[in-house]
């Protein structure tokens, strides 16, 4: 990938690709700072855009000074036409990459986002700016542990491409509020909507309403879109009802404003979890673990019902990642497992957000995976698949023998992602066509 030429910026280079966009890193030499450099791959040829796009570029600038929006430092328009955005640099990846890396977080830690978020988006909102386009993915730390929402100004690329107001194929189709989906202008409601939605995956580890993309019928999103929100346990109920409020499919119903979702949060002090369930906790826990152990027994003397990882009977007996099953003395995916964009942010772990089904779009699909011998090592995810205990599985022999009947994977390229799975780490083997784009189908697994 040949980095493009930014005026002022030296030593670009790939931290992560969406479906729209690249982000680099790159070196300010006139400050002696290092900054994020978001550059889009669609191509504004209309003067009217670049216009639009400029004008709501400053306006989120306006919003640098905020804690919790991401600092826009420039923003303009590449040789080729392509807009981007020179912005704060965040170091501690998104939440989305956290929600994977550490699954669903305690309520009491989502009602503080909450508060904060919403205050940042009514500051935007009483500034005139939309971001349209909320999603744990778009939540950013920054280097203290400071949550910021990152990406406005982008909101006017949505309309650059055929002069419509919003285009289906830019939305993040389980965050994106039911009236986006009819071509609806963008309004302060739909932020809160997304928000929200954001909120209750950050507490449950899924969305709130999970919508298959594409879409089979208007009439079944209709339905998808008119669920009731389910309770997710041990989270209070004042704070479900105030989500749930937030995510009304009727924007007349809605909590009407950023300003008033951040009060009602803000109002929500001394949250117990419902008595009812933390009360059968240990009981519960007691029969997880005589389940468990019993588990352990029939596995250990099953006889054939056994599979010794490694080839051997007889040797100590491993447990089988997550999403994985044994194949021979290997690892491989059990169901369909796929994935959005991978991240790489120097330093770091390479990550990989799972998308709740195939069926929604996504980049990567895992093939095949297994334990890691340590902690996730703080390398990118061609540095990870390069690793002895990794490269063994994640080959094209084995994505080849794990694919599904009929399927052509041929060229494919695949690569390497770690996960924790309580006190143990893990690796996901995933593949992808070279040539990229996005797919709502899945090549391995059932």
Not at 39 to 46: G, M, P, S
Not at 434 to 439: F, L, S, T, Y
């Amino acid at each position: 990938m040949t980095a493009p030429h930014i005026p002022g910026l030296t030593d670009l280079r790939p931290l992560g690709a969406g479906g729209f966009a690249t982000v680099y890193r790159a070196h300010q030499a006139q400050l002696g700072r290092d900054v994020a450099v978001k550059i889009d791959n669609r191509v504004l040829a209309d003067e009217r855009d670049r216009r639009r796009f400029l004008r709501e570029a400053h306006a989120a600038a306006k919003l640098s000074g905020h804690p919790h929006v991401v600092g826009v430092h420039d923003a303009n328009i590449t040789a080729h036409g392509t807009p981007y955005m020179v912005m704060e640099l965040c170091t501690g990846g998104s939440l989305a990459d956290q929600l994977d890396q550490r699954g669903p977080l305690p309520h009491e830690q989502v009602r503080d986002l909450g508060i904060k978020l919403a205050d940042a988006l009514a500051a935007a909102h009483a500034e005139g700016v939309l971001h349209r386009d909320i999603k744990p993915g778009n939540i950013l730390v920054d280097r203290y542990g400071t949550p910021k929402l990152a990406d406005f100004g982008l909101a006017a690329l949505l309309d650059a491409q055929g002069g419509s107001t919003v285009t289906r194929d830019a939305l993040s189709p389980s965050y994106a509020p039911p009236e986006a989906f009819a071509m609806a202008e963008p309004t302060p409601q739909a932020d809160v909507y997304s928000l929200a939605a954001t909120l209750y995956t950050l507490l449950a580890g899924k969305p709130p309403r999970p919508v298959p993309w594409p879409i089979t019928s208007f009439d079944h999103l209709g339905e998808v879109l008119r669920r009731p929100i389910t309770a997710v346990n041990g989270v209070p109920p004042a704070l479900h009802e105030a989500i749930a409020r937030a995510l009304h499919p009727d924007a007349n119903l809605r909590t009407p404003s950023a300003a008033q979702f951040r009060d009602e949060l803000r109002g929500l002090t001394h949250l117990p979890a419902p008595p009812k369930k933390r009360a059968i906790w240990p009981y519960v826990a007691v029969a997880l673990v005589v389940a468990v152990t019993a588990g352990a027994l029939v596995w250990s003397f099953g006889g054939d019902k056994s599979q010794a990882v490694g080839g051997t009977k007889g040797t100590e007996l491993e447990s089988v990642p997550p999403f994985l099953k044994a194949c021979g003395n290997k690892f491989c995916i059990d169901k369909s497992t796929c994935y959005y964009g991978i991240n790489s942010v120097g330093g770091r772990a390479s990550t990989a957000r799972r998308v709740g089904s195939c069926a929604e779009e996504h980049y990567w699909e895992a093939f095949a995976g297994g334990w890691l011998s340590g902690d996730i090592p703080q390398v990118s995810s061609d540095d990870l698949v390069k690793a002895p205990e990794v490269a063994q599985t994640c080959t094209n022999e084995m994505m080849q023998a794990n694919k599904r009947p009929g399927v052509d994977i041929t060229g494919w390229q695949f690569t390497a992602v770690g996960y924790k799975d309580g006190e143990r780490s893990y690796y996901m083997c995933l593949g992808a066509p070279e040539e990229g784009g996005r797919h709502t189908t899945s090549a391995f697994g059932n």
